[in-house]
């Protein structure tokens, strides 16, 4: 058998111009207010794309519920410099210190390595602290700017790894809209 078959011996065309996986990466968010149990996988500093910029990220990895088992979440916390997207002076300090919080209450519940030492955290000190730590977090979801659905998940909440998790299923998030739909239709003075 030819390196250029298949498993099961077909032939793979020799000129295939085009090719397309089917399946794969695109994984509906997981609905807003669940609360699962993640552990750290890595935690760095990391620069905007023009360089101006720099903000901790956290890739975190989902351990339970089982549904979202081995689910990646990347968080930036922007704690160091002020987020660019926001224009207003007032609302990016703002920002910044709930981010401030946010790594606090990370470090915490990692074991306040960083905290206890008073600096600003460097590439190996975030490692060092917060690698393969497991905490509770809270999901919420940002919205497709284009479609106006869920796109993708943010971090809202961290909690000790004991904390309680929950899902939010579907039947849940159809009731949610259903409410905000009933709320807007009473505001509406026609």
């Given at each position: 058998?030819?390196?250029?078959?298949?498993?099961t011996?077909e032939?793979i065309?020799?000129?295939?111009?085009?090719?397309?996986?089917e399946g794969?990466g695109k994984f509906?968010p997981?609905?807003?207010?669940t609360k699962?149990l993640?552990?750290?996988e890595?935690?760095?500093?990391r620069?905007?794309?023009?360089?101006l910029a720099e903000y901790?990220?956290i890739?975190?990895a989902i351990?339970?519920?089982e549904?979202?088992k081995?689910?990646?979440?990347f968080?930036?916390?922007w704690?160091l410099d002020?987020?660019?997207?926001?224009t207003?002076v007032?609302?990016a300090k703002a920002?910044?210190?709930?981010?401030?919080?946010?790594l606090a209450?990370i470090?915490?519940?990692?074991?306040?390595?960083?905290q206890?030492?008073g600096?600003e955290?460097?590439?190996i000190?975030?490692?060092?602290?917060l690698?393969n730590?497991q905490?509770?977090i809270?999901?919420?979801?940002w919205d497709d700017?284009?479609?106006?659905?869920p796109a993708?998940?943010?971090?809202?909440?961290?909690?000790?790894?004991?904390?309680?998790?929950?899902?939010?299923?579907a039947d849940?998030?159809?009731?949610q809209?259903?409410?905000v739909?009933r709320?807007?239709d009473?505001e509406?003075?026609?």
């Amino acid at each position: 058998m030819s390196f250029w078959s298949t498993s099961t011996g077909e032939a793979i065309n020799t000129n295939p111009t085009s090719f397309e996986i089917e399946g794969g990466g695109k994984f509906a968010p997981i609905p807003a207010g669940t609360k699962v149990l993640a552990i750290i996988e890595n935690a760095s500093r990391r620069k905007t794309q023009d360089g101006l910029a720099e903000y901790v990220e956290i890739k975190w990895a989902i351990l339970r519920p089982e549904p979202y088992k081995n689910r990646k979440i990347f968080q930036k916390v922007w704690c160091l410099d002020y987020d660019p997207t926001v224009t207003d002076v007032t609302k990016a300090k703002a920002k910044r210190d709930k981010a401030l919080k946010m790594l606090a209450a990370i470090d915490a519940n990692a074991g306040g390595l960083l905290q206890r030492s008073g600096e600003e955290p460097s590439d190996i000190s975030l490692a060092s602290a917060l690698t393969n730590k497991q905490m509770v977090i809270g999901l919420n979801t940002w919205d497709d700017r284009d479609t106006k659905k869920p796109a993708g998940n943010w971090v809202y909440y961290v909690a000790e790894k004991t904390a309680e998790i929950s899902v939010v299923t579907a039947d849940d998030v159809k009731k949610q809209q259903e409410n905000v739909s009933r709320q807007i239709d009473y505001e509406i003075p026609f």
